[in-house]
């Protein structure tokens, strides 16, 4: 859409000619453009915002730091609404938006909404920011270029806000219009809209202004522990509300703007800097601190809002340029942020300053940004997670001035980026991810055992997995937390929910104890991403063997075989029938499912069963290590690779010898090591700063799994086959050595 500029008729002295809010210099370096007229010119009148425009710091201070001599009255109070839609939005509301008022009805409208950006609050939106991440880099990791700021930045920052208000998916894309329509509309009180575009933006502005209030209502009568229940159910001594809903409503459709477009803003602005600065980079991604100090310096050297505005109340003089009372001013907080009075260095950008957060970008006084806790939490989070998800990401060769442009809120429309897609299958053994998820379903399915079904707060799909995954949960225990892997045994097809089977243990260290007796519908834990060491192999024909609760990860293994079209049978043992859990689930398969509990039929005939070696045909089981040792037993004379086992707890292994020490050698990071006796090559990689997912240090989850540079390995896991063990392609690094024999080890890390 071609946007029509209509710059004002006024105009007074001094004048700096060379500056121009909507030239592509300024577009492209805000703070570069300022400093080429700031000497000359510290304060200079600019028709086209019919204003004055302040650029050195001290002065930029003096302004923010008195609200009786600049009101921030005029900032929003020219906003003139339509007059159709007026029964929708009053006209003179506008005026009553935070940014546009002065105290006392500032302070009064301010702390209304100041308890929900507590710092605390926003600390505990952290672990949702990095999970919103993840799950949307899980869907664009593989195309190695993107919009960053479609699909990553703004997607982070849109659905980090629905959370915060307590909106749900259905919701989306009204706050992704009103982002952009409440920019629009917030700098139509300096600058004219252009014609062609003001009842397009007014139409939807007014639309999801209705449903806003629609919503503020609801809450009101039902509240819930969300940032627009806080403000629409807050009163006074009196019992009045404190706010009457239009004005709930404006304050979130400004925080629809402020929440969401600026915090993308500054995450693409500093995906930008750190394009040449790579050091910095992995600097960061060794000392994850650091991702604070590059959003610091990339607002300090870009503000995503570039001006913060008032109106003079008096006459008066700055830095000798005369003031009229009325006029309006506008102090740039991109040129005083590099005000080299000021600052060192001022365009470099560095992410070592010794005060990162000594900058302007979210202002000063009583008007200083109300959501810079959350935007500091969700734009150093949202940038470690992108980073070390895709640390090779660059922005592209190409780089178009793609912006709306508009003085006060220059808005990046686009940000092309690429990346190594080599990074994917590198960092998925750097990069714990995990996810709030709400159990939504607890039943008991047999004699000490329950089945959790969980879901997404929001309701979107969970990451997918295949058949034999499992996923690690955090169990709150005695006011601590232990990690637990527990199989998924619902359907792979069924997207929306996840199913876990959990039994009893009365003489474990507490984690199924507490989730039989803690754990209620209505509860949220952190659950990880599913991996998967018991990988579901194609073959015409299976025999599948579970023991107790080894049923999990062998149902939906049924499932698959039976919608392949493949032979199948399970031979299912437990104590007594009822304490077999998910019977009534198999009895739709017949026959093909043969139960053997203890107390009518002894253990199950593993010799017999399989005697005759049956041609094309794997053998899939899990369940208590007696089971599985016998279970090898019976399979000896079938060929290699036709058992496929995964277990509750490690094989217990024999040492003729003590461990000796070896040297160890990182690859990736060039540092080598001692493994003494006693210590793993895990902790001698951490002790050195080198980051290893693991999760059961002992051999039986997988995830520390590490490909072998060089060297023989003592495999100790529960894991790898025999064959994988002797191809010594990978090892479990938790628990696993070098061999005797075998001085050195390099590894890929």
Known sequence: MIETAIPPATGRCPVAHGFDAMSDDYYHDPSMHFAEVRDEHPVFWYEWL?????????DVLRVLADWKEFSSSGNTATIDVPP????????????????????DLHTVHRNAALRGFSKDRMEALRPQIEERAHRILDKIENQGSADLMEEYCLELTTQTLLAHLGLGWEHDAMMRRLRGDMGRVLSSAQEQMPPEIVDEVWERFASSFAQLQQIVTERRESPGDDFISDMATQRTSDGQYVLTVPQVALHVCE?????ADTTAQAMANAVLFLGPRRDFVDEALKDPALWANVFEETVRRRPSSPFASRRAMRDMEISGVKISRGDMIWVSLASANTDPAHVERPFEFDIHREDPAGHLAFTAGRHTCLGQALARVQGATGLQVLFERLPSLRPADEVPLDFARMALLPVRLSLPVVWDPADVERQKKRVKREMELVL?????VADGVVALRFAHPDGEALPEWGPGAHVDIRVPVNGGVVVRQYSLSSSPSQPDEWRLGVLREANGRGGSQA???TCEVGTRLRLGWPRNNFQFVSSPR???????????PILPMIEQAEAAGADWELHYGGRTRASMAFLDELEKYGDRVKP???????HPDLPGIFATVQAETLVYACGPEPLLHALEGALAHWPAGSLHTERFAPKKALRDLPDAAFEVEFAQTGVRAEVPAGRSVLQVAE???ITVLSSCKEGTCGTCETRILYGAADHRDSILTAEEQAANDTMMICVSRATEGCPRLVLDL
């Open 687 to 689: 002790a050195h700063g």
């Open 542 to 552: 299976y025999v599948f063997v579970a023991g107790g609760i080894g049923i999990t």
């Open 596 to 602: 053997v509990p203890q107390d009518e039929f002894g």
């Open 50 to 58: 019919n204003a004055w425009v302040v650029t050195k710091r001290q």
């Open 84 to 103: 159709k839609y007026r029964d929708v939005v009053p006209q003179g509301l506008m005026s009553q938006m935070i940014v546009g008022m002065d105290p």
């Open 440 to 444: 939504v379903g607890k039943e008991a």
């Open 515 to 517: 989730i039989h007796d």
């Open 255 to 259: 925080f629809a703007l402020a929440g």
